[in-house]
Nanobody, 119 residues
Framework: QVQLVESGGGLVQAGGSLRLSCAAS????????MGWYRQAPGKQRELVAT??????NYADSVKGRFSISRDNAKNTVYLQMNSLKPEDTAVYYC??????????????WGQGTQVTVSS
């Protein structure tokens, strides 16, 4: 059974940095895409960044401040967050998508890690 476990969240002052990690277990296959989403209180979950086959995609609100990367050997995805703002406060969720030939696509979610940015 595939599991995604996030780590690295916490409390930081505005302007500070955090690095989130998400390690996948339960599979030896590589994911076609991995990414990060976030959900602030009272808001819908939104995409933060994704990475697939070396291609990255970012929400406009984090471009130039956040950087996503992955280590395929470790089946781990990272999110480096710099110049954090109070509006970045949210629960951050790791996401991974795997396409299996003749079986379809499978999407997995982590349990979430809290990021709080104080002003």
């Amino acid at each position: 059974q595939v599991q995604l476990v996030e780590s690295g969240g916490g409390l930081v002052q505005a302007g500070g940095s955090l690095r989130l990690s998400c390690a996948a277990s339960g599979t030896s296959s590589s994911f076609n895409a991995m990414g990060w989403y976030r959900q602030a209180p009272g808001k819908q979950r939104e995409l933060v960044a994704t990475i697939s086959s070396g291609s990255t995609n970012y929400a406009d609100s984090v471009k130039g401040r956040f950087s996503i990367s992955r280590d395929n050997a470790k089946n781990t995805v990272y999110l480096q967050m710099n110049s954090l703002k109070p509006e970045d406060t949210a629960v951050y969720y790791c996401n991974a998508k795997m396409i299996i030939l003749f079986s379809g696509s499978f999407v997995y979610w982590g349990q979430g890690t809290q990021v709080t940015v104080s002003s």
